[in-house]
């Protein structure tokens, strides 16, 4: 028989550095497929459109607005991912507190805080894994020089991150 999880409000692993704040609350590993975390999305936050070869993700917003991306965008050379469209005309969305993003293998998919107010979110990635790529980010936003973006395209690519569109900044790189 496997034991369950139940975790106080606040109760976690926290990972932070850079801006970025993740409270991983499952990791992944012997008997979790996915990797669970509550993060905090600050404002002017936009992860740029991106995708995964071989991973999903579900995003499910707790507290404020953000703004959604997941679908296949007619063109996906166009660079912002807020002026995309698909096939049957969809567009990003905006949304609040039980707003909810399912991202499937091989979905372009982003997000973005464009409020002046923090959001919070709980966010799912399988398979579990996740947290390192958290880990190894922060641990580069927090050296004593920002990382070049080449730093965090290698390390994004490691773990199945393609960026479709250009990051604003290597802060912009935690999702």
Same mark, same amino acid.
């Given at each position: 028989?496997?034991?369950?999880?139940?975790?106080?409000?606040?109760?976690?692993?926290?990972?932070?550095?850079?801006?970025?704040?993740?409270?991983?609350?499952?990791?992944?590993?012997?008997?979790?497929?996915?990797?669970?975390?509550?993060?905090?999305?600050?404002?002017?936050?936009?992860?740029?459109?991106?995708?995964?070869?071989?991973?999903?993700?579900?995003?499910?917003?707790?507290?404020?607005?953000?703004?959604?991306?997941?679908?296949?965008?007619?063109?996906?050379?166009?660079?912002?991912?807020?002026?995309?469209?698909?096939?049957?005309?969809? @567009?990003?969305?905006?949304?609040?507190?039980?707003?909810?993003?399912?991202?499937?293998?091989?979905?372009?998919?982003?997000?973005?805080?464009?409020?002046?107010?923090?959001?919070?979110?709980?966010?799912?990635?399988?398979?579990?894994?996740?947290?390192?790529?958290?880990?190894?980010?922060?641990?580069?936003?927090?050296?004593?020089?920002?990382?070049?973006?080449?730093?965090?395209?290698?390390? @994004?690519? @490691?773990?199945?991150?393609?960026?479709?569109?250009?990051?604003?900044?290597?802060?912009?790189?935690?999702?």
């Amino acid at each position: 028989m496997s034991t369950g999880a139940m975790l106080e409000p606040g109760a976690g692993k926290l990972i932070s550095g850079g801006g970025l704040q993740a409270t991983l609350k499952i990791p992944g590993g012997a008997g979790a497929l996915t990797s669970t975390f509550e993060c905090v999305v600050p404002p002017g936050y936009d992860v740029g459109a991106h995708v995964h070869s071989h991973g999903e993700e579900l995003f499910y917003i707790v507290e404020g607005e953000l703004e959604l991306l997941a679908f296949e965008p007619l063109d996906r050379t166009e660079g912002d991912w807020h002026t995309w469209e698909s096939k049957s005309g969809q @567009r990003f969305m905006r949304g609040g507190p039980g707003a909810l993003m399912f991202v499937p293998a091989g979905c372009p998919h982003a997000f973005a805080n464009p409020t002046d107010k923090p959001a919070t979110m709980l966010f799912q990635s399988a398979p579990s894994g996740h947290e390192n790529y958290f880990e190894e980010l922060t641990a580069l936003l927090r050296q004593g020089t920002p990382p070049g973006i080449e730093e965090i395209v290698e390390l @994004r690519r @490691r773990y199945d991150i393609e960026q479709l569109t250009p990051l604003a900044s290597p802060f912009a790189a935690g999702g």
